[in-house]
């Protein structure tokens, strides 16, 4: 598709199947247990990407754009995208996390499976992956590297490891432990594996170069001790692996072809080529080895995209759990009424490059609207009723009479039918749609004016009633005969205004949960949570809806007319009456 803007790793993802950079990849050495990982995943042409998230929280919209970009080029080039959890670290991996990270990514239209992978004739083509899987190999890859002479077990505090790692202006200094022999690490590790080390005591160092101007050079920790049970290893392990050494080996064992993260691991990727081009000297993986590429993270204004700060929203109640419909969590946004073809184009939209920046919320919001208002059915609804008395409506229309109106659900889809409600003598209408005195440029509800009921009559406004306190209790109009719309004659009456309503004897009534930004700062996550946060993000209304509204299941987004998108709460269990959930209003009004 060649309307679609072309990025940098689109660029880099063909001139490597162009020149076949990945089609001869093989072993060193003896391929060993590497290969039996590898196995069913030797098709070398294909282009192999994953998306790694680690277990400890919910998916948000910056784990979208990484989803959609890498599932979206492994489909686009004829490859495979996993979904590997980067499960290395015990204490804060949970099922509940896993099951909630699958669901967001079939949710969002992707599966991880390929339909045609040759190397996998009869196997189910799930490409699901767990880091922890590959424990032994990781521990073995250790034990090459101290063979190696490339890594040694350091009893320095972590205090003292600190302190001599030295900044960007000193180079690091030795560790005592450092010119220690591979037998004697040797031993040390395997005693840090068997438990004999409390946690802490000791953690197992590249050697790599102490005076390298890049920090991430300078010994980084391979090993750590952690007597923690793992949510899928349980207590085998006492030592894990970092994150900076895992990866690498998690991308390698996979066969990935181009690993793709963000800009933060920019200065990791010496060491991610360090370790593999290691492992595949000595047969460990296969060459060429995967290469990483980094993209600048979305950030969206508004919006916090950091699992941790997350947790913290919801372990201290700013919101109502990790689907919170006001949360950037993919289960808060599906709730609240976005849809996967909506994400999708936003995260098209924020473009793939180098240089980060913040996008702006309204952006998300357009997105929706853009996807929404082709295909959204179109109903009315009163957010803020007050009644209306059609003071004529008996000896007009006949008392308890109730007259037949419609709409078409959709005004660009005759197809999608059309829609039918009652008109009677008394209708909700707005609040605000009444003024006791013509502000100007104000066309609706005024003694003296007339306006008409959307797809319904066009009446005059005669007056409105207050309480001791001003608030307004009842309008009072009379009906202006033969103006029914679309019957003859209907426009002979030009008025002004137009207005949503639906009559009190067949609208059902709802509550509306009208959500706006979480953070009223717009870039939150500088300051503390509570003075960032916007106090006005939700606010709840008893509405009057449409009667077909009755019927609205979890998942169908509307467009109320005037108002907005809005969907039923997934929350709400049969019965219960029914809440919708504003995903947008019809258009951007934040600060206006
Ligand atoms: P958090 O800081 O919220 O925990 P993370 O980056 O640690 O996020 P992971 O689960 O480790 O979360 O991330 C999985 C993948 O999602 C990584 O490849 C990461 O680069 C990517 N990712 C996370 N946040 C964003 C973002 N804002 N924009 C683009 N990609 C992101
Ligand atoms: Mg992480
Ligand atoms: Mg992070």
Known sequence: ???????????????????????????????????????????????????????????????????????????????????????????????????????????????????????????????????????????????????????????????????????????????????????????????????????GAAVLRAKIDMASPNINMRDPALYRIRRATHHNTGDTWCIYPMYTFAHPIEDALEQITHSICTLEFEDQRPFYDWLLDRLAEGGLIASPHPRQYEFARLNVTHVITSKRRLRQLVEEGHVDGWDDPRMPTLAGLRRRGYTPDALKLFCERSGVTKSGGWIDYASLEAALRDTLDPVAPRAMAVLDPVKLVVTNWDELMGAGFLDGCTAPVHPHHPEMGKRSFKLGREVWIERTDYEDVQPKGFFRLFPGNKVRLKYGHVIECTGGTRDADGKLTEVQAKLVPDTKSGTPGADAIKVKGNITWVAAADAVPAEVRLYERLFAAAQPGAGEVQDELNPNSLVVTQAYAEPALAKATAGQAFQFERHGYFVPDSRQGAGAGLVFNRAAGMKDSWGK
């Open 1 to 199: 598709d060649t309307s679609k803007p072309s990025h940098f790793l689109r660029h880099v993802i063909e001139n490597d199947l162009q020149q076949g950079n990945y089609a001869g990849r093989r072993w060193g050495g003896s391929p060993g247990d590497a290969a039996h990982h590898a196995q069913g995943m030797q098709d070398p042409a294909r282009v192999r990407l994953r998306f790694p998230p680690e277990p400890n929280g919910y998916l948000h919209i910056g784990h979208a754009k990484s989803i959609w970009l890498n599932f979206e080029l492994a489909r686009e080039y004829g490859g495979v995208c996993h979904l590997r959890f980067d499960d290395t670290n015990p204490e804060k991996e949970e099922q509940e996390y896993v099951d909630a990270i699958r669901d967001a990514v079939k949710w969002l239209g992707y599966d991880c499976s390929l339909a045609d992978d040759p190397a996998r004739p009869g196997q189910p083509n799930e490409h699901v992956y767990f880091a922890s899987n590959y424990f032994d190999f990781m521990y073995r890859a250790a034990e090459y590297l101290i063979g190696a002479g490339l890594a040694y077990v350091d009893e320095q505090s972590a205090e003292q490891i600190r302190a001599t790692r030295g900044d960007f202006n000193t180079p690091g200094t030795d560790s005592p432990f450092r010119s220690r022999t591979q037998d004697e690490n040797l031993a040390r590790f395997r005693a840090m594996r068997d438990g004999q080390l409390p946690d």
